[in-house]
């Protein structure tokens, strides 16, 4: 028998951002579901797959970027802190000491914008205050 769920949690569009979820979920999907009635801006979600089974739980952190920003150095590749110092798609994860960033998806919430969404594996950030939580939504 699966102990397996779909879950899905809040994000706000704001890097880096970390979400606590069970240790080895699989991102599906983000997407947006719904208005937020404060700001009146579509809510985005990821989806998720994950064991419920598992009680550890593991940080994971989600960067968002506008196309035309600079991606060097980052795709798949080690991550040193001189380079976390530089602008563009970098800036966003200035407090990466460690790790690398990988692609995980495209949203596009109006005909005008869309939000590139990286992951930070192995990441090491030197001011985890700095990350906001997300909030898990069921």
Same mark, same amino acid.
């Not at 240790?23 to 599906?28: E, H, I, P, R």
């Not at 999907?29 to 801006?41: A, L, P, Y």
């Given at each position: 028998?699966?102990?397996?769920?779909?879950?899905?949690y809040?994000?706000?569009?704001?890097s880096?951002?970390?979400?606590?979820?069970?240790?080895?979920?699989?991102?599906?999907?983000?997407?947006?579901?719904?208005?937020?009635?404060?700001?009146?801006?579509?809510?985005?979600?990821? !989806?998720?797959? %994950?064991?419920?089974? +598992?009680?550890?739980? #593991?940080?994971? +952190?989600?960067?968002?970027?506008?196309?035309?920003?600079?991606?060097?150095?980052?795709c798949?590749?080690?991550?040193?802190?001189?380079?976390?110092?530089?602008?563009?798609?970098?800036?966003?994860?200035?407090?990466l000491r460690?790790?690398?960033? #990988?692609y995980?998806?495209? +949203?596009?919430?109006?005909?005008?914008? #869309? !939000?590139?969404?990286? #992951?930070?594996?192995?990441?090491?950030?030197?001011?985890?205050?700095? +990350?906001? %939580?997300?909030?898990?939504?069921?």
């Amino acid at each position: 028998m699966s102990n397996k769920t779909i879950q899905k949690y809040r994000l706000h569009i704001r890097s880096p951002q970390t979400i606590a979820m069970p240790k080895g979920a699989q991102v599906l999907k983000f997407g947006f579901q719904g208005v937020d009635s404060e700001t009146q801006s579509l809510r985005l979600y990821v !989806w998720v797959l %994950a064991d419920t089974s +598992v009680t550890e739980m #593991e940080d994971r +952190v989600f960067g968002f970027f506008h196309t035309d920003e600079t991606l060097h150095p980052l795709c798949d590749l080690p991550v040193s802190a001189n380079e976390a110092a530089t602008g563009g798609i970098m800036a966003a994860f200035a407090g990466l000491r460690a790790g690398r960033l #990988e692609y995980r998806d495209t +949203v596009i919430p109006n005909s005008t914008t #869309e !939000w590139h969404i990286f #992951e930070g594996v192995n990441v090491e950030l030197t001011n985890p205050n700095t +990350v906001d %939580a997300g909030e898990e939504a069921r």
